[in-house]
């Protein structure tokens, strides 16, 4: 059996230099090295047949000079138009696809009456290396990281007209397909910096 340090950080301390996280609702977060507004989201997002960015994703970022590793998190919601849908998700910095990054969520329905079937929760991660000695930006490498990157989430549908998907979407959950009085939910944002 593992130690447990093999997995957490030791009484010592930690390597963690700041974190930015919250509910993209606007709010604002400061830390050690600025303040940051997350996107705001306030509906769900249907998904067409090209990659278009994904509402809330979008985080523009420095990290403080002594940091080694940068970790994206983009927690959403996840939801099939139909009975059965099938998406395809990935990272960019600045424009350029993180290739490790690449998801595809799907959901399926074998059954004959058309049930709505497929939703949960679904995230983006990847961790950034700052230690490198060449830049390679789809790989999520960096040998300098020194002023703002735009971090960000695409998806597109695999077809057009059917199996079709949306993001930040609640269906089906309390009455009138409403809960709270609002048939969505709001995506999450965690950007931290490590030493």
């Not at 600025?34 to 990659?51: D, E, F, I, K, N």
């Not at 927690?75 to 998801?103: C, N």
């Not at 049930?115 to 830049?135: I, K, P, Q, R, W």
């Not at 990157?149 to 409403?178: E, F, M, W």
Request: glycine share 10%; with cysteine.
């Amino acid at each position: 059996m593992a130690n447990l340090t093999e997995y957490f950080a030791g009484s010592g301390g930690s390597n963690v230099i700041e974190v930015v996280h919250g509910s993209c609702d606007g709010r604002s977060i400061t830390t050690e090295s600025g303040t940051y507004t997350l996107p705001t989201v306030t509906g769900g997002q249907s998904l067409s047949a090209s990659y278009a960015d994904i509402t809330g994703s979008s985080f523009t970022y420095t990290p403080p000079n002594n940091a080694k590793y940068v970790s994206y998190k983009f927690d959403f919601h996840w939801d099939a138009i139909g009975s059965s849908a099938i998406s395809h998700w990935m990272l960019l910095i600045d424009g350029t696809e993180i290739v490790k990054s690449h998801q595809q969520f799907s959901s399926n329905y074998s059954g004959s009456h058309g049930h709505h079937h497929g939703a949960f929760e679904a995230c983006l991660y990847t961790v950034f290396d700052l230690t490198a000695s060449t830049t390679n930006a789809a790989a999520a490498q960096f040998a300098t990281w020194t002023s703002d990157k735009t971090i960000k989430v695409q998806a597109r549908n695999y077809r057009t007209t059917d199996y079709l998907a949306r993001a930040h979407a609640l269906p089906y959950h309390g009455s009138g397909q409403q809960f709270g009085g609002q048939n969505y939910t709001r995506p999450s944002l965690t950007i931290i910096a490590f030493s």
